[in-house]
């Protein structure tokens, strides 16, 4: 079979990587890719780097001519253009929710408002669409840490944490620097506790839960400074493995894949909970409609299912027939970005990458690229995360070693690298703690 992947980042590298372990499947597509996506594979990966993950009449052009038997919509600006819809109304295999189910993410005054209605764990929040609206709220609520939020998605950057009236009512002027996905905004209250990621697999009506993770979305060290498309994580997080907490993620995925169906929205792919341990239970912070990045490059790689598998028995309806079997491993990925990164970047890009070729040879470590291109023999960086280095190993100390043992070999010319240090901290910390 041939696969054609729309994405261009490290999760959806990670996914090349599993379709490419099936032994059903003959030849790898992706749009746009990336340059590392074809290096040193078994199996023949062709990438389009000049077409945009969203220009779905161009996407269509190469499934006619490449003959494509399945697609995988990985990222989600195509997923909120509608790209599972409009290629599964050509009879094309799309996996992947459509526009409406995936409005989940793409839409959160909605799917906040959805959560409402379905009694699911969330915060207090509000909903504007004037920036009046707001301030005038902004300055009757009592002081303290909110978020504000932008409703339509800005590449995982547009939450804007504040911790008294002042920063509230400055976040609240930002949004209009998002553009349409910040025209509709909502402010939240800032929940005490602990994040993980958990992700489960669905076919509309049953559902798998996989491996949960914990991601580092800011830039700098122990979560400080501005929020990033993600920066490292961990699987599986540890502080997800209390029976109570495993019984309320179940029951949250429960309740929302079944008030999608019900909403006549039945949602089939993946489902990411970003949740938040707190005092008073499990809530739910934010659901995004396809793998977190970089979360799948730690939970894919334990799946030891054939993934190909998976997908088909989730779009036959028959996910319920199928038992997911996962690995004992743990593993730490570390973010390698351009200095600057989450602002500006330009004087990184072209900047030569040394050291992936040893870093490839290197044993129980994976590289998965991102912003990176190929000149001639050389890698250059391309954009604000270039790649992501994942160690895997019996538990968080020697997953994370392996981890940024890799990670030294690597520097982009003009001391540009930038990588977070503390990747999996609070797993190390509780394991010392607690063992």
Known sequence: MKVLIIGGGGREHCLLSAYIKSPNVKKIFVVPGNALMGFHQKKEVITYPNIKSTDLTLIWKIILDQRIDIVDVAQDDPLAAGAVDFFSEKKVATF?????????????????EFMKKYKLPIPHFAIFTTQKEAANYAKRIPEGTYFVKTAGLAAGKGAIKTSNRQDLLSAIKKMSAFGAAGETFLIEEALEGEEFSAYAISDGEHFKILKTAQDNKSVFNFDEGPNTGGMGAIAPALVTTAEDIQKQIKEIFAK?????????????????????????????????????DPEAQVIIPGIKNDYLQIVLACLEGKLNKLTIREDDKTRVCIVATSKGYPDDISSVRGKRIFGLEKVLKLPSTTIFGAGIEKKGETFTAAGGRVLSIVGAGKNAFEARVRAYKSMAYLFIEGNNLHYRTDIGWRDIERKLIYD
């Open 96 to 112: 992947g929710p459509t526009k409406l189910a995936a409005q989940i993410e793409w839409d959160k005054s909605w799917s906040r």
């Open 256 to 292: 929302t894949i079944s008030g999608m169906a019900n909403e006549g929205k039945p949602y089939r792919g993946i489902l990411y909970l970003g949740g938040i341990d707190t005092s008073g239970g499990v809530k739910i912070i934010e659901f995004n409609a396809r793998w977190g």
